[in-house]
């Protein structure tokens, strides 16, 4: 692999854009001096180096979910990830019958494109009052021995695990396996203190906060208001439609540092149109993802675009480029591995320019785009 010098760029490192030249050898980074030299060089001047983006909730692209897709479907949709400036992945199965789900998380991961760096469950243990597109059938009350089949099927990839606190066993459910996976508090109609239980008991983080939970109210915080009476992490959708706005806005300013952008993608990078994904029959129409009835199936964008999002409210550059890089990477224990530009990590990092436009993207130092 040849080295590459990308000089004059402003580089995101520890929080802020600074004016570091970075050279990839062997496919990790180094940070150099100006007076360094390279045969192969790239001057950036006028762009931004970022990490690569880390989308913690997504359930796939281009019409196919990971719920039922081989391995050649998920290397095609890492490949999209990765031309969409999103390098790193955690790889999200929505509820489906037990038997597809342990087939799932049983594939094989892809070798090109972003780097799926653990899996994620959406389901079963979710209450079907807030199922929002779940299909009530397929969820059921939390089960210690189907979560240690998923868990063997999944073969140490594990890394998410979304609950409704308030089933019954949830909270001995939390405390016996927070130390092998992270449970985040998702499709739920728990209060405020039962929130603060499931916190209490191991859970980390909440699940594309303001849906699929109940409202704030005068008298009943409930899941918004004990995640910012918290010190946990939480996700929020970032393509302006399932959150208002404002909402998001408040997030940011209330808990920037803890708040993590996801896409909870379904259909990104679709037209307009139906589709069947995962059983389930889908309209994409004016860039949203419905459900027959109506109700939201989830995101047709991808992180980028919620970076971008978070920019078009006011979000300062450096918090949304946090806010999809390395507080996503934390959230799900994976930080050790990508997020944030350091010497010696893989090169998995984004160029682009002022008006955040995608001019490359690095993979373990390969040029994809």
Same mark, same amino acid.
């Given at each position: 692999?040849?080295?590459?010098?990308?000089?004059?760029?402003?580089?995101?490192?520890?929080?802020? %854009?600074?004016?570091?030249?970075?050279?990839?050898? #062997?496919?990790?980074?180094?940070?150099?001096?100006?007076? %360094?030299?390279?045969?192969?060089?790239?001057?950036?001047?006028?762009?931004?180096?970022?990490?690569?983006?880390?989308?913690?909730?997504?359930?796939?692209?281009?019409?196919?979910?990971?719920? #039922? $897709?081989?391995?050649?479907?998920?290397?095609?949709?890492?490949?999209?990830?990765?031309?969409? +400036?999103?390098?790193? &992945?955690?790889?999200?199965?929505?509820?489906?019958?037990?038997?597809?789900?342990?087939?799932?998380?049983?594939?094989?991961?892809?070798? *090109?494109?972003?780097?799926?760096?653990?899996?994620?469950?959406?389901?079963?243990?979710?209450?079907? @009052?807030?199922?929002?597109?779940?299909?009530?059938?397929?969820?059921?009350?939390?089960? $210690?021995?189907?979560?240690?089949?998923?868990?063997?099927?999944?073969?140490?990839?594990?890394?998410?695990?979304?609950?409704?606190?308030?089933?019954?066993?949830?909270?001995? !459910?939390?405390?016996?396996?927070? +130390?092998?996976?992270?449970?985040?508090?998702?499709? =739920? $109609?728990?209060?405020?203190?039962?929130?603060?239980?499931?916190?209490? $008991?191991?859970?980390?983080?909440? =699940?594309?906060?303001?849906?699929?939970?109940?409202?704030?109210?005068?008298?009943?915080?409930?899941?918004? +208001?004990?995640?910012? #009476?918290?010190?946990?992490?939480?996700?929020?959708?970032?393509?302006? %439609?399932?959150?208002?706005?404002?909402?998001?806005?408040?997030?940011?300013?209330?808990?920037?540092?803890?708040?993590?952008?996801?896409?909870?993608?379904?259909?990104?990078?679709?037209?307009?149109?139906?589709?069947?994904? *995962?059983?389930?029959?889908? =309209?994409?129409?004016? +860039?949203?993802?419905?459900?027959?009835?109506?109700?939201?199936?989830?995101?047709?964008?991808?992180? %980028?675009?919620?970076?971008?999002?978070?920019?078009?409210?006011?979000?300062?550059?450096?918090?949304?480029? !946090?806010?999809?890089?390395?507080?996503?990477?934390?959230?799900?224990?994976?930080?050790?591995?990508?997020?944030?530009?350091?010497?010696?990590?893989?090169?998995? &990092? @984004?160029?682009?320019?002022?008006?955040?436009?995608?001019?490359? @993207?690095?993979?373990?130092?390969?040029? &994809?785009?």
């Amino acid at each position: 692999m040849n080295d590459m010098l990308l000089k004059n760029a402003a580089l995101f490192y520890q929080n802020s %854009f600074q004016k570091i030249n970075l050279l990839i050898k #062997d496919g990790k980074i180094n940070f150099v001096e100006d007076s %360094f030299s390279c045969e192969n060089s790239k001057d950036c001047s006028g762009c931004y180096i970022i990490p690569g983006l880390v989308d913690i909730h997504t359930h796939g692209c281009l019409g196919l979910d990971f719920a #039922d $897709a081989d391995a050649s479907e998920n290397e095609k949709m890492c490949r999209y990830y990765a031309r969409s +400036g999103v390098t790193s &992945i955690i790889k999200t199965i929505m509820s489906a019958p037990p038997e597809n789900m342990l087939r799932a998380l049983s594939v094989p991961l892809p070798e *090109n494109g972003a780097h799926i760096q653990g899996l994620r469950l959406e389901g079963p243990f979710l209450n079907p @009052v807030k199922r929002g597109a779940h299909k009530q059938e397929l969820l059921i009350a939390p089960d $210690a021995r189907l979560l240690e089949k998923f868990l063997s099927a999944a073969q140490g990839k594990l890394r998410i695990a979304d609950i409704a606190p308030e089933l019954p066993g949830a909270l001995s !459910l939390i405390k016996r396996f927070s +130390g092998i996976i992270r449970f985040s508090i998702a499709h =739920t $109609a728990c209060s405020y203190s039962q929130a603060l239980e499931a916190l209490d $008991a191991g859970a980390v983080s909440f =699940t594309h906060l303001f849906n699929a939970m109940e409202p704030i109210k005068a008298r009943e915080p409930g899941c918004v +208001g004990a995640y910012l #009476d918290s010190a946990s992490y939480g996700e929020c959708i970032g393509d302006l %439609f399932h959150v208002h706005p404002a909402n998001l806005k408040m997030l940011f300013n209330q808990s920037a540092g803890r708040l993590a952008l996801i896409s909870d993608s379904v259909a990104a990078g679709l037209k307009d149109g139906q589709y069947n994904l *995962n059983g389930r029959i889908i =309209t994409v129409k004016d +860039g949203r993802a419905l459900c027959p009835d109506g109700t939201i199936a989830g995101s047709s964008v991808n992180l %980028f675009d919620c970076m971008k999002n978070a920019v078009s409210l006011g979000i300062r550059l450096e918090q949304a480029v !946090l806010s999809c890089t390395e507080l996503p990477a934390r959230a799900a224990g994976i930080e050790d591995v990508c997020g944030s530009l350091k010497p010696g990590r893989s090169a998995d &990092i @984004v160029i682009m320019n002022k008006a955040l436009q995608i001019k490359e @993207v690095y993979i373990s130092g390969k040029p &994809i785009v």
